[in-house]
């Protein structure tokens, strides 16, 4: 019985493998777009999007168009393959704005970018392109059933850039004095990424990071600007607690108030 229902499976292999190489070498459009639904409903999306690729400008000006691209470009996203469906779902909401695929090939494409988004220490330029694709998205249909999945999507996504700018702040105040002072560099990479993303969940490790900075620089400084610079630390201080009086960091923010109370003179 085994041996029956592996020569079954071979034959079947064989067979569709011979379908799939006939439609290769078919010239008829639509023998290849008929395949492309068959093979994409099979789950078969290397081969589906193989056919399709072949036949999508084709169709140009033609009822099957639309169906072609779509497909196509949701081949590529079902196959993970997520920059090449990102191409694909823009040219598509491009060039049918009012298409009966569109609401879905503008998520798609944004949330295809989200799921392709690097670790943080990496570029970041398909973070700004999901992004920027799911606001799309929004901009366009506030009301689809998908908002809060996009929503959420961006708000991650806003976390990741925020994170890799917290990490650069971080490196910048590790660097203290060492060829300048990147104390005050850090402060300024901290306080625009604070203001690019006020609602991360990292703002209260940044503004901490800009305490610690200017407790630093006026730690380091010379003597005579010492007492401006902690007033400048203590003003930072409750900014810093009027914001987060509970938080895990008060602690080391009530010493770094005590330390400058007592350089001020109060």
Do not use: W
């Amino acid at each position: 019985m085994k041996k029956y229902i592996l020569l079954a499976l071979t034959a079947l292999i064989i067979s569709s493998c011979g379908e799939y190489n006939k439609v290769l070498k078919s010239t008829d459009p639509m023998v290849k777009l008929n395949y492309g639904k068959k093979a994409f409903e099979q789950k078969k999306y290397v081969q589906a999007t193989t056919v399709l690729g072949d036949i999508v400008d084709l169709f140009r000006g033609k009822e099957e168009a639309e169906d072609a691209l779509y497909l196509l470009a949701l081949s590529h996203y079902e196959n993970k393959d997520y920059a090449s469906s990102g191409v694909y779902f823009k040219n598509y909401y491009t060039r049918y704005p009012r298409g009966k695929y569109t609401e879905l090939a503008r998520f798609y494409c944004g949330y295809g970018y989200y799921l392709d988004s690097p670790d943080p220490q990496l570029d970041q330029s398909d973070t700004m392109k999901g992004i920027e694709e799911l606001q799309s998205f929004l901009d366009y249909y506030p009301k689809s059933d998908k908002v809060n999945i996009a929503q959420n999507a961006i708000f991650e996504l806003q976390d990741k850039l925020t994170l890799k700018e917290l990490q650069n702040a971080q490196l910048y105040y590790n660097l203290g004095n060492y060829m300048g002072n990147n104390y005050e560099s850090a402060i300024i990479v901290a306080r625009n990424a604070i203001k690019n993303y006020p609602y991360s969940r990292y703002k209260e490790d940044l503004e901490m990071l800009v305490l610690k900075a200017k407790y630093q620089e006026a730690d380091q400084s010379i003597d005579e600007k010492k007492a401006d610079r902690f007033r400048e630390v203590i003003d930072e201080y409750y900014s810093f607690i009027n914001n987060y009086p509970d938080g895990p960091n008060r602690k080391e923010a009530d010493n770094i108030l005590k330390i400058a109370n007592r350089y001020a003179g109060y």
